[in-house]
Nanobody, 121 residues
Framework: QVQLVESGGGLVQPGGSLKLSCAASGRTFSTTSMGWFRQAPGKEREFVAAISWSSGITAYADSVKGRFTISRNIPKNTVYLQMNSLQPEDTAVYYC??????????????WGQGTQVTVSS
């Protein structure tokens, strides 16, 4: 009953920026935590960032801290990931996810289909 749709991925040169969006829909949408994950070919899916829906408190993986910013627009049911100073190692499919019950997030019950981010010169 909750659908998540990512957008904003694409090809960018090293040092560039992208902003991803994740639009949530469903009956009486509500959640506790939203997160971003990524998965590169041949690698495990890894946590990128999370945000408390109500308070806006955030958490980041060390690999992206200081470069990426997660935010949300509550009236639009949308979560964003601003990515700056992108490097080739950031290349991956980026997924958004929702944990409806917990902050900090524990179990992400809903996942988007992903959007490709490619960082290459």
């Amino acid at each position: 009953q909750v659908q998540l749709v990512e957008s904003g991925g694409g090809l960018v040169q090293p040092g560039g920026s992208l902003k991803l969006s994740c639009a949530a829909s469903g009956r009486t949408f509500s959640t506790t935590s939203m997160g971003w994950f990524r998965q590169a070919p041949g690698k495990e899916r890894e946590f990128v960032a999370a945000i408390s829906w109500s308070s806006g408190i955030t958490a980041y993986a060390d690999s992206v801290k200081g470069r990426f910013t997660i935010s949300r627009n509550i009236p639009k049911n949308t979560v964003y990931l601003q990515m700056n100073s992108l490097q080739p190692e950031d290349t991956a499919v980026y997924y958004c996810a929702a944990d409806p019950t917990s902050w900090p997030p524990r179990v992400y019950d809903y996942w988007g289909q992903g959007t490709q981010v490619t960082v290459s010169s």
